[in-house]
T-cell receptor, first 110, second 112 residues
Framework: KQEVTQIPAALSVPEGENLVLNCSFT??????LQWFRQDPGKGLTSLLL?????REQTSGRLNASLDKSSGRSTLYIAASQPGDSATYLC?????????FGTGTRLQVFP | DGGITQSPKYLFRKEGQNVTLSCEQN?????MYWYRQDPGQGLRLIYY???????QKGDIAEGYSVSREKKESFPLTVTSAQKNPTAFYLC???????????FGSGTRLTVV
């Protein structure tokens, strides 16, 4: 059974720092890996989607990498801002469903 | 704009009542999903449907029911058999899993 783990569970940093959020999964037979952002009381916003054949994806200050063989992904946030404060969720997809980690709660203070 | 619409945003249920959460998408996606989110826990899959008139149980289907009569709609009914229904419910859709998932804004259900 696929299990997804995210470390750390919570992170509080000053504005301007570069951050790394970690995601690991137990079964490497995945279609893709998707990173989401969730603001309190809101739905999920997709940040980056990495196909199983890809190694990384970038969008603005965000960069996500995928190492299927080791079952790991990292989300790199450059030059963090208070507006980045949210919960970040990692999820892996097999043929018919998405399996989530428990998330990393990020707070960026001015 | 294409997207997923969940309604209502907030829903209150009395003990013993059935309530239905609405999920509509105009993305022309084939597959739709319902997830439940509790504080401190990851999202857990309740039901999913990959085609009209067909659906499968997820990890926590007990006490819930769904229908998929139209491609655009995938309503979730929380029945009185669900003993702890207070949670945040999220609906999602995808063309197929390899192209990623799109989520709605959620419905917060509270038992009163």
């Amino acid at each position: 059974k696929q299990e997804v783990t995210q470390i750390p569970a919570a992170l509080s940093v000053p504005e301007g720092e570069n951050l790394v959020l970690n995601c690991s999964f137990t079964d490497s037979a995945i279609y893709n890996l998707q990173w989401f952002r969730q603001d309190p009381g809101k739905g999920l916003t997709s940040l980056l989607l990495i196909q199983s054949s890809q190694r990384e994806q970038t969008s603005g200050r965000l960069n996500a990498s995928l190492d299927k063989s080791s079952g790991r992904s990292t989300l790199y946030i450059a030059a963090s801002q208070p507006g980045d404060s949210a919960t970040y969720l990692c999820a892996v997809s097999n043929t018919d469903k998405l399996i989530f980690g428990t998330g990393t709660r990020l707070q960026v203070f001015p | 704009d294409g997207g997923i619409t969940q309604s209502p945003k907030y829903l209150f249920r009395k003990e013993g009542q059935n309530v239905t959460l609405s999920c509509e998408q105009n993305l022309n996606h084939d597959a739709m999903y319902w997830y439940r989110q509790d504080p401190g826990q990851g999202l857990r899959l309740i039901y999913y449907s990959q085609i009209v008139n067909d659906f499968q149980k997820g990890d926590i289907a007990e006490g819930y029911s769904v229908s998929r009569e139209k491609k655009e709609s995938f309503p979730l009914t929380v029945t009185s058999a669900q003993k702890n229904p207070t949670a945040f419910y999220l609906c999602a859709s995808s063309i197929e899993g390899s192209y990623g998932y799109t989520f709605g804004s959620g419905t917060r259900l509270t038992v009163v």
